[in-house]
């Protein structure tokens, strides 16, 4: 359609409580006016478009009547006028408009020329004065009897009285219409009174009649439209956040609306609220301590993390907890003292712990460096608040220690040790970690460090030659550990083969106990060490024998090692050998005396002497034979083994000594 989407008027229309929407033309989208007159009332056209001019409406002559809340909205033009485009003829709008729109109206009424009689008019000039505003809404005005007795009422001579009424009667008081006029009341009398805008010739792009302004509180009384302030600003404590708006919101919460509101503003940063009539920023409520507000908080403020406090009411954000205090909980408004055996940097909502290691019993410690480090024989768990002192048994040998260790086996320590110490010669430690170290069972002793008891105390010794376990000596002391024997010296850890046997005494061998004591020899040095005897030059079997002196061997120390020398019993030692012909002597006596000897030899047998002689000769027999063990060991032994021989032909027997 060219012209008017909706109609095109040349001649009289009228449009009553009627919607034309979405329509479409060139010009007029909705209504086209050539001619004529066109009337629109409690209607309303929106959504429209032209593609040139008058989205809504286009007069191009005629009169266009737009009245009792009639609305052009949403309506478009490529060109000019949105809502209407004015080419020719009349548009106008009586209100009252829709509620929450303004039009600048005047009253329509009659322009007339001003009173203006003279003396002696003068009855004529005030009743003009009188009916002015009555003669605005008249397009001839006759006066009411009323208005004629009003007018003639001060005559009291009926006469004149008569006269007046009749001269009033006539229309004398209404002066004649100017050339100009605020509206076509000649054409439309029922405009008379009406408050109408009269559209001027230009394009109106707005929405008709146009919006009161959003913050501004809009009315469907004609009272309240006649300006662009509608009804007045939007009231304190409610909100007009839009265009149009003739009914108030209330203010939103968390916010406050002063006077003329369209976009309520922020409660600010700490402080809320959640009225919703608030009219200044002095009426939200401040945030308790312990919590924040940020700009515009609703409900209830929020309550401060853990980690974070707020000391003041009012506060928008909340601060760290300072370093050496905790926050442990939401809403908190007072940092707490951090926990002892931990420590606390910026922010801390759990205290973290010492390091294992390390202590404290303070409670303002911001770093794990602020720790105290355990000393040595102390040990520190994680987050310990005072040191442990390693428990007997165990140790911690240098400071920062998580735990103490046990000591070894062969040693024990008491409380709070920082080393662990050997047990002493005579005691033992069996398992690692023992605080004390039990004395050896009788008769056993030990050495440092032991973990078990396997020698033999001071006057005992071990008897066993062979190979024995530590543990069989431990599980059965009295068995393997005996007495000293006589004539013996038994420090601790003696066994048989160091049996010690002092001086004065021999014995024939490290495995037997026996132990003699040398009566005739000098030379017996026992089992140390033998002393320095000069000893002549030549052939000898050695330098000294078990026991002996330098020298001397064999038994009882009676043998002489140099082979030029024998043993003087008188010396009681081992002496040089005699010249040839004191030897000569010497062998002649030893014939003759042997004769003696065999004939006394049975004698000797039953006295004491004899057996100590006796004693000697089994010696010699049981480590040296009946021989001797050397060929040029000569001189006394000879008549030693000839005697033992002797004795046996005869039929001797050793004597049993008790």
């Given at each position: 359609?060219?012209?008017?989407?909706?109609?095109?008027?040349?001649?009289?229309?009228?449009?009553?409580?009627?919607?034309?929407?979405?329509?479409?033309?060139?010009?007029?989208?909705?209504?086209?006016?050539?001619?004529?007159?066109?009337?629109?009332?409690?209607?309303?056209?929106?959504?429209?478009?032209?593609?040139?001019?008058?989205?809504?409406?286009?007069?191009?002559?005629?009169?266009?009547?737009?009245?009792?809340?009639?609305?052009?909205?949403?309506?478009?033009?490529?060109?000019?006028?949105?809502?209407?485009?004015?080419?020719?003829?009349?548009?106008?709008?009586?209100?009252?408009?829709?509620?929450?729109?303004?039009?600048?109206?005047?009253?329509?009424?009659?322009?007339?020329?001003?009173?203006?009689?003279?003396?002696?008019?003068?009855?004529?000039?005030?009743?003009?004065?009188?009916?002015?505003?009555?003669?605005?809404?008249?397009?001839?005005?006759?006066?009411?009897?009323?208005?004629?007795?009003?007018?003639?009422?001060?005559?009291?001579?009926?006469?004149?009285?008569?006269?007046?009424?009749?001269?009033?009667?006539?229309?004398?008081?209404?002066?004649?219409?100017?050339?100009?006029?605020?509206?076509?009341?000649?054409?439309?009398?029922?405009?008379?009174?009406?408050?109408?805008?009269?559209?001027?010739?230009?394009?109106?792009?707005?929405?008709?009649?146009?919006?009161?302004?959003?913050?501004?509180?809009?009315?469907?009384?004609?009272?309240?439209?006649?300006?662009?302030?509608?009804?007045?600003?939007?009231?304190?404590?409610?909100?007009?956040?839009?265009?149009?708006?003739?009914?108030?919101?209330?203010?939103?919460?968390?916010?406050?609306?002063?006077?003329?509101?369209?976009?309520?503003?922020?409660?600010?940063?700490?402080?809320?609220?959640?009225?919703?009539?608030?009219?200044?920023?002095?009426?939200c409520t401040d945030a308790s301590p312990g919590h924040f507000a940020?700009?515009?908080?609703?409900?209830?403020?929020?309550?401060?993390?853990?980690?974070?406090?707020?000391?003041?009411?009012?506060?928008?954000?909340?601060?760290?907890?300072?370093?050496?205090?905790?926050?442990?909980?939401?809403?908190?408004?007072?940092?707490?003292?951090?926990?002892?055996?931990?420590?606390?940097?910026?922010?801390?909502?759990?205290?973290?712990?010492?390091?294992?290691?390390?202590?404290?019993?303070?409670?303002?410690?911001?770093?794990?460096?602020?720790?105290?480090?355990?000393?040595?024989?102390?040990?520190?768990?994680?987050?310990?608040?005072?040191?442990?002192?390693?428990?007997?048994?165990?140790?911690?040998?240098?400071?920062?220690?998580?735990?103490?260790?046990?000591?070894?086996?062969?040693?024990?320590?008491?409380?709070?040790?920082?080393?662990?110490?050997?047990?002493?010669?005579?005691?033992y430690a069996a398992n690692a970690g023992q605080d004390l170290c039990?004395?050896?069972?009788?008769?056993?002793?030990?050495?440092?460090?032991?973990?078990?008891?396997?020698?033999?105390?001071?006057?005992?010794?071990?008897?066993?030659?062979?190979?024995?376990?530590?543990?069989?000596?431990?599980?059965?002391?009295?068995?393997?550990?005996?007495?000293?024997?006589?004539?013996?010296?038994?420090?601790?850890?003696?066994?048989?083969?160091?049996?010690?046997?002092?001086?004065?005494?021999?014995?024939?061998?490290?495995?037997?106990?026996?132990?003699?004591?040398?009566?005739?020899?000098?030379?017996?040095?026992?089992?140390?060490?033998?002393?320095?005897?000069?000893?002549?030059?030549?052939?000898?079997?050695?330098?000294?024998?078990?026991?002996c002196d330098t020298g001397h061997t064999g038994p009882l120390c009676?043998?002489?090692?140099?082979?030029?020398?024998?043993?003087?019993?008188?010396?009681?030692?081992?002496?040089?050998?005699?010249?040839?012909?004191?030897?000569?002597?010497?062998?002649?006596?030893?014939?003759?005396?042997?004769?003696?000897?065999?004939?006394?030899?049975?004698?000797?047998?039953?006295?004491?002497?004899?057996?100590?002689?006796?004693?000697?000769?089994?010696?010699?027999?049981?480590?040296?034979?009946?021989?001797?063990?050397?060929?040029?060991?000569?001189?006394?032994?000879?008549?030693?083994?000839?005697?033992?021989?002797?004795?046996?032909?005869?039929?001797?027997?050793?004597?049993?000594?008790?």
């Amino acid at each position: 359609m060219q012209n008017g989407g909706a109609t095109y008027t040349h001649t009289d229309l009228n449009v009553i409580d009627s919607t034309i929407s979405g329509c479409n033309a060139q010009r007029g989208g909705a209504v086209y006016v050539s001619s004529g007159s066109a009337s629109l009332a409690r209607s309303t056209v929106s959504n429209c478009s032209a593609s040139e001019s008058g989205g809504g409406l286009y007069s191009a002559g005629g009169s266009a009547a737009l009245s009792e809340g009639t609305l052009i909205s949403g309506c478009s033009a490529e060109g000019e006028g949105n809502s209407i485009f004015l080419f020719a003829g009349e548009v106008s709008y009586a209100l009252p408009a829709p509620a929450g729109r303004w039009l600048p109206n005047a009253r329509c009424e009659v322009y007339r020329g001003a009173c203006s009689y003279r003396y002696p008019q003068t009855a004529k000039q005030a009743a003009c004065l009188e009916h002015r505003d009555n003669c605005k809404l008249a397009n001839a005005a006759t006066p009411s009897e009323e208005e004629k007795r009003a007018a003639c009422r001060r005559h009291s001579d009926p006469t004149k009285k008569e006269s007046c009424l009749e001269r009033v009667a006539e229309m004398w008081y209404c002066q004649a219409a100017t050339n100009v006029q605020p509206c076509n009341w000649e054409d439309d009398p029922s405009l008379l009174g009406k408050n109408l805008y009269q559209l001027p010739l230009r394009p109106v792009d707005q929405d008709f009649p146009f919006a009161c302004a959003a913050g501004l509180l809009g009315s469907a009384d004609p009272e309240d439209q006649s300006s662009s302030s509608c009804a007045g600003r939007c009231p304190a404590g409610s909100q007009c956040p839009e265009e149009a708006t003739y009914e108030t919101q209330p203010c939103d919460a968390g916010h406050y609306c002063p006077v003329g509101t369209s976009v309520p503003r922020p409660c600010l940063a700490g402080t809320f609220s959640n009225a919703t009539n608030l009219t200044a920023a002095g009426e939200c409520t401040d945030a308790s301590p312990g919590h924040f507000a940020t700009i515009g908080a609703t409900t209830e403020p929020t309550p401060c993390s853990p980690g974070s406090f707020a000391a003041k009411e009012g506060q928008s954000k909340c601060d760290h907890c300072p370093a050496g205090s905790q926050c442990p909980e939401e809403a908190t408004y007072e940092a707490q003292p951090c926990v002892a055996g931990h420590y606390c940097p910026v922010g801390t909502s759990v205290p973290r712990p010492c390091p294992a290691g390390s202590y404290s019993n303070g409670t303002n410690l911001t770093a794990a460096s602020e720790c105290t480090v355990a000393s040595s024989g102390y040990f520190a768990t994680i987050g310990a608040t005072e040191p442990t002192p390693c428990s007997p048994g165990s140790f911690a040998a240098k400071e920062g220690q998580a735990k103490c260790e046990s000591c070894a086996r062969g040693a024990s320590s008491g409380e709070g040790s920082g080393k662990c110490y050997e047990c002493e010669a005579g005691s033992y430690a069996a398992n690692a970690g023992q605080d004390l170290c039990f004395p050896c069972p009788h008769p056993l002793s030990s050495v440092n460090g032991s973990v078990t008891c396997s020698i033999c105390k001071a006057d005992h010794y071990l008897h066993i030659s062979t190979p024995v376990s530590d543990d069989d000596i431990f599980n059965s002391p009295t068995y393997y550990c005996q007495p000293c024997p006589s004539n013996a010296d038994c420090s601790t850890n003696t066994t048989l083969e160091t049996l010690g046997v002092p001086r004065g005494y021999w014995r024939a061998s490290p495995l037997t106990t026996e132990i003699h004591k040398c009566d005739v020899s000098k030379h017996c040095s026992g089992s140390g060490s033998a002393s320095e005897v000069e000893i002549p030059s030549g052939p000898r079997l050695a330098d000294s024998g078990p026991g002996c002196d330098t020298g001397h061997t064999g038994p009882l120390c009676e043998w002489c090692v140099n082979d030029e020398q024998y043993f003087s019993s008188a010396e009681s030692g081992c002496v040089d050998c005699p010249t040839t012909w004191r030897f000569g002597i010497l062998a002649g006596v030893i014939v003759a005396l042997s004769g003696v000897v065999l004939l006394s030899c049975r004698a000797l047998v039953s006295t004491e002497a004899w057996g100590r002689f006796s004693a000697r000769l089994d010696i010699i027999e049981s480590q040296v034979g009946p021989t001797p063990q050397h060929p040029r060991t000569r001189n006394s032994r000879l008549l030693h083994v000839t005697c033992l021989e002797a004795f046996r032909r005869i039929g001797w027997k050793k004597p049993v000594h008790t």
